[in-house]
């Protein structure tokens, strides 16, 4: 799934997007059909980018199913970002940076 979406935006701006909603709402709390109606996204690829944002420690999925920023114990912003900015193909990562 990475390079570019199937509505031409990248994984990388798109990864960028959720993080700032999460970032501009504090305590915001998705569940996966809510994701993917907000950003437009397939089942597939929504629960692929959440499952990313999971494993870099910006998020965690609650109990019940939903995902929600974790709060403590994070990386700042920042470092989360680079944690999947490191992850992502090179080619993916010229194309984010052009973006910056």
Known sequence: ?????NNGISE???LRR???EYLEMP?????PDQARRLWG??????ATLLGRLVESRFL????DGAYV???????PPRIAEERI??????RARRTSSAVR
């Open 1 to 5: 799934m990475r390079g570019r979406m």
């Open 12 to 14: 990388a701006q798109m």
């Open 27 to 31: 305590g915001l709390k998705l569940t």
């Open 69 to 75: 920023r974790l709060s403590e114990g994070t990386s």
């Open 85 to 90: 900015d490191s992850e992502l193909s090179p």
């Open 60 to 63: 965690v999925c609650t109990a």
């Open 41 to 46: 996204l397939s089942e597939r690829t929504c």
């Open 18 to 20: 959720i993080c700032g």
